[in-house]
């Protein structure tokens, strides 16, 4: 396309993009006619993607961080040929695949869910480490930027990672815009306050006008030529370019406008321009066949092992049968054991650092380019990088999380260290599994067992040593438990995961000393969880009592309430947890001082039991 005719596609992406917009009654076309010059030159010159084969390997990848202009994101491909006039204005209509802000979920084009702001580029930082030490066959990834999104720290993280990695697949557009939601930006059109940033993280830097697509059109060629280095694009627009009523104007961010036929009229009417995107180069998928059978570390019974020792040797052989498995850790992998991997497989170990929120969009990135990544940091840290988890779900990505150090079984470290939260937080996202392994094998087998399932994965493991209970032949499905005690004579159940198992082992041996006999049952599977298993224990011994080294919200207590209310009759239940703040102490001293040690766990045992005799 000449000048002309990239000026006249611009346009067309501010009319559809309008024209979206007001058939939704609901929606961002300001925000989107601002960035439509800057589409409209990446589409047509630059952009090289094949969209009839989206999984090709050498098609390049776009992000569009400013998720809420997702009708410039639809326009474009109307353009493009593979979204109809007919289907673009079902744009945020019930059962469209044009949702408010785009998800690949729906639509085979987008590389991830965006429209919580500061992610886009992030997760794009993963898609060019990818492609600069994974898949290597010279793809370019492009994120389109708003600026508001610029007071994040994530996208400093992400800024910071890319120039220290030296990402020069990376094209990161920032449509200066000025106006926020409530009003201007806190730089507004400066544009070298924000080039001075990025050059501060080692980025070459380019500021032009965003509405001159020859200057647009150079800049791209500029970033293309560029070596060692990513590439700002700081490029200055006016919110609602084009028309009178509303460029530059407060007050109309997220809204239609309200004379859209004539501002449709005032853009010069609809066009029907649609383009032929340049073709990707040949390339192969760069994923080689699995090894064969993983062979996992195993432990006798009895001997003395931390999971999160097993968590890295297990890793590290799954890594061996699995070329396609990747792990990440944010700087503590000699704590979370990741270093294992990263000695024996360092071509696929990535250390990102202090950063979490980093760290997550790094492998959202990577499971978009069909990686399987594995993520590891403390338990506690992982809260940070929760928003990032969130939108990781609603991708639809696959990752698995790890979460080690958890909860005051650390010890000496004091709360700040201690994730006390990360259980009810990975329930709460959708479709997540949660795993909480009590020994080395049980921890070997759920690790490769999170390789084959779908969706975010979390497991969680434990700094100290713990005697190994089951054999290495064991087997352990998610959605399972473990019955370590059972008889006919069991008046109450005993319900625990991860350390305090074998808290609970040692209190069922001491009420069977006053002749109480209670079941123990190991709930592994946090979610799902085992709902038969629950309900059966809870009909043959009327008292159930849960027992979690985690706060009593939303953990293993919980998902023991919530398995067993589906209208039968409810047990007598107990639920131990952390309910006061931990200082520093002795992980034993931590644990009673919890009330989640087995003395805590008899004496609310016998007290439950006597309770229901008295009854």
């Known amino acids: 396309m000449n000048t002309e005719e990239l000026v006249e596609l611009a346009q067309q992406l501010r009319v559809d993009s309008v024209r979206a917009a007001a058939a939704a009654g609901s929606g961002h076309p300001t925000s989107s006619m601002s960035a439509a010059d800057l589409m409209a030159v990446l589409l047509a010159r630059h952009l090289r993607y094949d969209f009839e084969r ?33 289907e673009l204005v079902t744009f945020r209509k019930l059962g469209s695949r044009l949702e408010g802000h785009p998800t690949p979920r729906r639509l085979p084009w987008v590389e991830t869910a965006t429209g919580s702001l500061g992610q886009g580029l992030p997760v794009g930082v993963g898609i060019a480490l990818a492609g600069q030490r994974l898949d290597r066959t010279g793809y370019r990834v492009w994120v389109l930027c708003g600026d508001s999104e610029l007071a994040e720290g994530s996208i400093w993280e992400a800024a910071e990672h890319a120039g220290y990695e030296h990402l020069d697949n990376l094209t990161v557009i920032v449509d200066v815009n000025r106006l926020g939601q409530r009003g201007p930006t806190r730089h507004g059109h400066d544009l070298d306050a924000y080039a001075r940033r990025f050059r501060a993280f080692d980025w070459h830097t380019v500021e032009i006008d965003g509405h001159d697509v020859d200057a647009i059109d150079r800049a791209y060629g500029e970033a293309l030529s560029t070596r060692g280095q990513p590439t700002a694009i700081i490029a200055r627009t006016l919110k609602g370019k084009g028309v009178a009523d509303v460029e530059d104007h407060e007050g109309l961010h997220g809204k239609p406008l309200k004379n859209a036929d004539d501002a449709i009229a005032e853009l010069g009417g609809p066009r029907g321009i649609t383009l032929h995107v340049h073709e990707p180069p040949s390339a192969r998928s760069p994923h080689p066949a699995p090894a064969g059978r993983i062979e996992l570390p195993r432990w006798e019974k009895g001997e003395q092992a931390a999971t999160r020792d097993a968590f890295g040797q297990a890793l590290t052989a799954l890594g ?41 969009a790094t492998a959202v990135g990577m499971a978009a380019r069909a990686w399987l ?84 994965r979390y497991l969680r493991t434990s700094r100290g040593g713990s005697e190994v209970l089951y054999g290495p032949d064991e087997e352990f499905p998610v959605g399972g438990s473990k019955v370590l005690r059972s008889s006919a004579e069991d008046r109450l159940t005993l319900v625990a995961a991860g350390v305090t198992v074998p808290e609970a082992l040692a209190a069922a041996d001491a009420l069977a000393g006053e002749g109480i006999r209670a079941r123990v049952i190991d709930l592994y599977s946090v979610k799902p969880v085992d709902r038969d298993t629950l309900r059966r224990a809870a009909e043959e011994t009327g008292c159930l009592v849960t027992v979690e080294d985690h706060h009593p919200e939303g953990g293993l207590g919980d998902a023991v309430a919530e398995a067993l209310a589906d209208g039968g009759p409810v047990p007598r239940l107990v639920r131990l947890a952390v309910r006061t703040m931990p200082g520093s102490a002795a992980p034993d001293q931590q644990l009673h001082a919890a009330g989640i040690d087995a003395e805590s766990i008899a004496a609310a045992g016998k007290l439950l039991v006597e309770e229901a005799v008295v009854r």
């Open 320 to 360: 061996t049968a699995r070329p396609d498995v990747v792990v990440l850790d944010g700087e503590v992998g000699d704590s979370t054991r990741a270093e294992y991997f990263a000695k024996e497989h360092p071509e696929r170990y990535f250390e990102c650092y202090i950063a979490e929120q980093q760290l997550v």
């Open 54 to 86: 989206p999984a090709h390997p050498g098609n390049d990848r776009f992000v569009l961080s400013k998720g809420h202009a997702s009708p410039l994101l639809y326009a474009a491909y109307k353009a493009a040929g593979v979204v109809d006039d007919e």
């Open 373 to 456: 990544p594995y993520a590891s940091t403390f338990a506690a840290f992982l809260t940070r990088a929760h928003d990032f988890v969130r939108m990781a779900s609603i991708s639809g990505s696959g990752i698995v999380l790890n979460g080690s150090h958890a909860g005051v079984a650390i010890g000496q470290d004091g709360p700040s260290q201690m994730g006390l939260e990360d259980l009810a937080m990975m329930r709460a996202v959708h479709g997540s599994t949660v795993l909480y392994p009590c020994d080395a094998n049980q921890t070997a087998k759920l690790v490769a067992a999170a390789a084959g399932l779908e969706g975010i």
